[in-house]
């Protein structure tokens, strides 16, 4: 059967991060410096404002890029299954990362989510299992924090993935660490947003870092528990490979035009 989660050693996802070694005969050898998985993206949030999959929105980045050629894969196998569960898919992705050697830092879900508290407990259980190797931590975003408790988590560092500050409000409630899609930056260093949210630029997307395993804000522990105490929310400028950047700032746009008239 074709697989519908999966899971890497060594990710060549250059904002994980890459390391290029020169060679003597001239050719580079390169080695991704974090472990990855993907699951389909029937196991996301089939509400979610950037899911194509379920055709309720457009402009996930993992429709854009290498990771598409995974997650297309993926997809095509789910699609293929009668009444496919997210616990169908949960166990998928344990049984993917129990296979890793636990000697990097595991990114969860470049594609793919738990849209279930008994998903999100299969998939963290093996996280655990993954983080007691070697000690390396695993991290992770969600859209289905608002159906998700935080407890089913676990210890994956897991951030809430949030459009609006009410989303930021409500995530945090749940005890969750939060990270903001947001359509630019107005500082590479924190900064109070327009609607009075605490934004971190992402490293990467700002040059502050070369990559995740370079910064580690999103997967130390000690670094997600400060932004949860002073309500920070890691952010993120609206991105995405082969115009998946344009359809995902036009989801963001509704959303927020949504808040707008809800607030006034
Ligand atoms: S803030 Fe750091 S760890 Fe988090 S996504 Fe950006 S580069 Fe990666």
Redesign the pocket.
Same mark, same amino acid.
């Given at each position: 059967m074709s697989k519908i989660a999966t899971a890497i050693n060594n990710s060549m996802d250059y904002k994980l991060g890459v390391l290029e070694t020169p060679r003597d005969n001239g050719k580079t050898s390169k080695r991704g410096l974090c472990a990855a998985t993907y699951a389909t993206q029937y196991s996301c949030d089939p509400l979610c404002v950037f899911n194509e999959a379920t055709g309720q929105g457009e402009g996930c980045y993992s429709n854009g890029g290498p990771a598409s050629w995974t997650m297309k894969r993926l997809n095509n196998a789910a699609s293929a299954i009668v009444d496919l569960t997210s616990e169908q898919i949960a166990a998928d992705e344990a049984t993917e990362i129990r296979k890793l050697n636990g000697l990097q830092p595991l990114r969860l879900h470049v594609s793919g989510d738990c849209d279930t508290d008994e998903s999100a407990r299969m998939v963290s259980a093996a996280a655990a299992d993954y983080t007691a190797i070697a000690g390396f931590e695993s991290w992770t975003y969600t859209h289905s924090w608002s159906r998700v408790d935080r407890e089913s988590w676990g210890s994956v560092n897991v951030h809430a993935s949030c459009e609006t500050s009410q989303n930021v409000t409500d995530a945090n409630a749940k005890g969750y660490a939060t990270a903001k899609e947001v359509e630019h930056f107005e500082s590479d260093k924190l900064y109070e947003d327009a609607y009075g949210d605490l934004i971190l630029p992402?490293? +990467? +997307?700002t040059g502050r870092?070369a990559? %995740?395993y370079e910064?580690?804000? %999103?997967?130390n522990p000690k670094s997600v528990a400060r932004r949860i105490a002073r309500r920070i929310s890691?952010g993120f400028a609206v991105h995405g490979a082969g115009g998946q950047g344009a359809k995902a700032l036009a989801a963001l746009r509704s959303v927020l035009s949504i808040e707008m008239v809800v607030a006034a």
């Open positions: 992402c490293a +990467q +997307q870092a990559n %995740c910064c580690g804000w %999103c997967f890691i």
